[in-house]
């Protein structure tokens, strides 16, 4: 018979083969296959629980215990459960069970009580063949067939709980949605909600850069259901407690390149992994130290983080919405095209703005230049939204009959795009200035949420020269800026 647990390789439980042999020799146990110092400690636990619970522990008996595949290093939660009723059984102290294959995952107590680690549940689906015997849970469902042991006695009688699907519930947050928004600002809201656009808010300290970064989770489209799991997931992983909507994840400007796309030996998750599916707010984009800023440009346009430390090599999800902050004088004071006071010298706020990577502004789709005072009329934050929802449902409509749509603007390709455009436009669409390729596509995804605002089924060039004054102007301004 053989006996399956599961061991944790990096951020993921995997299937391990549990083998045991009596051997003549002191009686103790002795694992074999590259067991951590915390499965090594699991044997006082065993040993105590099978005492505890009037069970014998075999005498005058060596226990090998043999983990395969041996190659990888194990750690895991819940081998000490698998160790324990596989001795038993083997003792022939209880019967085995009559299932072919087994898989043991629980962690114990001195005393012989048995608890389901709580990783099991969200990280690991066994297959219908396997018998799951695992210990108590403070879930009330778990998504597979399981036999629940209180204590090691439970194992003459285990409690049978059939498989129940959890149900998240998805809740949408309201921060915002109560503000009045200049028109300027709301329609940029839209953009970037509806689009996915990655953004750079620059302008004065205190014209609301972070409110409006902090309102954009408010209007972004609501998750699905497998979303909201693979998110609840990997928020767990990270020691968060299940979330009921897409991640808002914002690190101090003081967060090293490691803490913010990770690494370390073996590679961990960073910060912009942890706001997958959702928003990585970098408030003060500028007080970011330049290798953490130039770390940014790979994810934020494959959606997708690769790191290599040594022998392990590792791919982690990144698809994230990148909203940065950012002020663009010391003073805080300076924008584009507005007469500001400024107490600094001009060397110093050109130096100031050298920070900034321009090959990492280029990565940013649109930018957007705030005001401490606006003009003219206001857009609740709430009706904000109702736009977004009849253009969402626009696109859902079109997504049956064009699989383009069913991804957000910021994901089309250039061919996907240009699909809709004569090719003699295509030509002289472009000012000559622009000498990026990078920022003719940003031009073309925010042209397609122009359209889907719209309500246009076609990208027409009217659409293209309206994002023009959003993707290419103010990169224009911001560039002479710095020469």
Known sequence: MKIHSLIRENDRLVPVEVEL?????????????????????????IKSAIRAQGFEFPKAQQILVNLRPSHLKKSSRGLELAVALGLLWESEQVARPTEDSVMVYGELSL???????????????????????????????????????????????PEFIPAQAKEHIITRPQFGMNLQFPERQAEMLKLVALGEHSILLAGPAGSGKSTIAKTLLSLLQEPSMEDLKEIIKNNKEFGGE?????PLVQPHHSTSPLGLIGGGVPPCKGEITRAHKGLLILDELLEFHPRAQEALREPMEEFCIRLRRGRFIEEHP??????????????????????????????????????????LVDRFQLIFYTQRREVGATVLGQEILAELSQARRFRRELSEKDSRFRKVSARWSWEELSRDLPSFYMNELFPKELISRRRDLATLRVARSYADLESSPQLEPRHVEKALQVTFTPFESLKRLGG
């Open 111 to 157: 005393s012989g009580e048995v608890f389901e680690p709580t990783d099991l549940g969200e990280d690991f689906e066994p297959s219908e063949e396997i018998t799951v015997w695992t210990g108590r849970s403070t879930e009330s469902v778990t998504p597979f067939h399981r036999n629940s042991l209180v204590e090691l006695q439970s194992i003459r009688s």
């Open 242 to 246: 299940p979330l009921s909507w897409r």
């Open 21 to 45: 042999s009596f051997l003549p020799g002191l009686p103790q146990i002795q694992f074999l296959g590259l067991p951590d110092q915390a499965i090594k400690e699991s044997i006082h636990r």
């Open 318 to 359: 990144a698809e994230t919405l990148v909203v940065a902050t950012t002020n663009l004088c010391p003073c805080g004071d300076w924008v584009p095209q507005c007469k500001v006071l400024c107490g600094r010298s001009l060397k110093r706020c050109q130096s100031y703005l050298e920070r900034l990577s321009g090959p």
